[in-house]
């Protein structure tokens, strides 16, 4: 599975983005897909992610309300809604797809096995 990551770029606060991940392959479906970040000098941290399906979907606590995961397994993508964009939101974005089936509020970044080259959002004060 390749991942492919766009839409980053610079916005202020307050405003919206939405990251746009493409995978190759015929079994896009069977993957739960997600996102994770790293801002400079920090660990890589779970953002969301989504079921195969996209009838589950789990949120890092700093992002609920504000950001929605969503699918398209007809175009083989995942999508990251970021709505009220705040300066601690910068960050390199990482799309990611795990084979995973225990449960959705698993959210260790080893059950990922494939992952994009991560797009860049910055969000200025």
């Known amino acids: 599975v390749q991942l492919v990551e766009s839409g980053g770029g610079w916005v202020q606060a307050g405003g919206s983005l939405r990251l746009s991940c493409a995978a190759s392959?015929?079994?896009?479906?069977?993957?739960?897909m997600g996102w994770f970040r790293q801002a400079p000098g920090k660990a890589r941290e779970f953002v969301a992610h989504?079921?195969?399906?996209?009838?589950?979907?789990f949120y890092v606590d700093s992002v609920k309300g504000r950001f929605t995961i969503s699918r398209d397994n007809a175009k083989n993508t995942v999508y990251l809604q970021m709505n009220s964009l705040k300066p601690e939101d910068t960050a390199v974005y990482y799309c990611?797809?795990?084979?995973?089936?225990?449960?959705?509020?698993?959210?260790?970044?080893?059950?990922?096995?494939?992952w994009g080259q991560g797009t860049q959002v910055t969000v200025s004060s």
């Open positions: 990611a797809a795990s084979a995973a089936i225990g449960s959705i509020t698993d959210a260790r970044e080893r059950n990922y096995v494939y």
């Open positions: 392959g015929r079994t896009f479906s069977t993957y739960r």
């Open positions: 989504i079921s195969g399906s996209g009838g589950l979907k």
